[in-house]
């Protein structure tokens, strides 16, 4: 198991950043900002770790944030059109969808329940019984998934175990991320 390491502690945390390969713009939900260390982006793929503004400046704050926030995203997707939040809860609901999902890759470890939006993105809460791999996080998490930009992204929030919600649920901190997401992008030229 490791230990949460957020970047070194920076007065400039940005709760905004456009990345340099694909173009996409990340937006960090309310309260959160991006955590410029954690950014990794070739041409097939990236990742974006955001948490809580002051966690990332090296400050103490009565009420930290009570989840860590990611964006994984694809290589596009020539045919990505057709990746439909309906489509990827089809895929979700089969054994393999739901290895897909589990910290460990088996099935059996996970429950799920899933919801789509009007703006077609997926949300899937799982509980996962495998061993949690870092520290301090939960055995559960929210997952959305949507396509921008011919790209699957996938942001997820992860509770910290032992701090109690403030603010946004896991659930609307996901669906404010992809929903921003989307609307930043909505014009990119690809």
């Given at each position: 198991?490791?230990?949460?390491?957020?970047?070194?502690?920076?007065?400039?945390?940005p709760s905004?950043?456009?990345?340099?390969?694909?173009?996409?713009?990340?937006?960090?939900?309310?309260?959160f900002?991006?955590d410029?260390?954690s950014?990794?982006?070739?041409?097939?793929?990236g990742?974006?770790?955001?948490?809580?503004?002051n966690a990332?400046r090296?400050?103490?704050?009565?009420?930290?944030?009570?989840?860590?926030?990611t964006?994984?995203?694809?290589?596009?997707?020539?045919d990505?059109?057709?990746?439909t939040a309906?489509a990827?809860?089809?895929?979700?609901?089969?054994?393999?969808?739901?290895?897909?999902?589990?910290?460990?890759?088996?099935?059996?470890t996970v429950?799920?329940?899933?919801?789509?939006?009007?703006?077609?993105i997926?949300?899937?809460?799982?509980?996962?019984?495998?061993?949690?791999?870092?520290?301090?996080?939960?055995?559960?998490?929210?997952?959305?998934?949507?396509?921008?930009?011919?790209?699957?992204?996938?942001?997820?929030a992860?509770?910290?175990?032992?701090?109690?919600?403030?603010?946004?649920?896991?659930n609307?901190?996901v669906?404010?991320?992809?929903?921003?997401?989307?609307?930043?992008?909505?014009?990119?030229?690809?």
């Amino acid at each position: 198991m490791s230990d949460l390491s957020l970047g070194r502690p920076s007065a400039a945390v940005p709760s905004t950043i456009r990345l340099s390969t694909s173009g996409l713009t990340f937006s960090a939900p309310d309260g959160f900002c991006i955590d410029l260390d954690s950014v990794k982006e070739t041409a097939d793929s990236g990742f974006v770790m955001m948490a809580g503004c002051n966690a990332l400046r090296g400050r103490s704050t009565s009420q930290p944030k009570s989840s860590m926030v990611t964006a994984v995203f694809s290589s596009p997707m020539p045919d990505g059109q057709g990746l439909t939040a309906q489509a990827l809860a089809a895929y979700f609901n089969t054994e393999q969808g739901r290895a897909a999902l589990s910290r460990g890759g088996v099935s059996e470890t996970v429950e799920i329940s899933m919801a789509t939006s009007e703006d077609d993105i997926l949300v899937i809460h799982t509980k996962d019984s495998s061993p949690v791999t870092v520290r301090g996080l939960a055995a559960e998490d929210w997952r959305a998934f949507a396509m921008v930009q011919n790209r699957l992204v996938t942001l997820t929030a992860v509770p910290f175990s032992g701090i109690s919600a403030a603010g946004l649920s896991p659930n609307d901190l996901v669906l404010q991320a992809m929903r921003k997401l989307l609307q930043e992008n909505a014009n990119l030229d690809v």
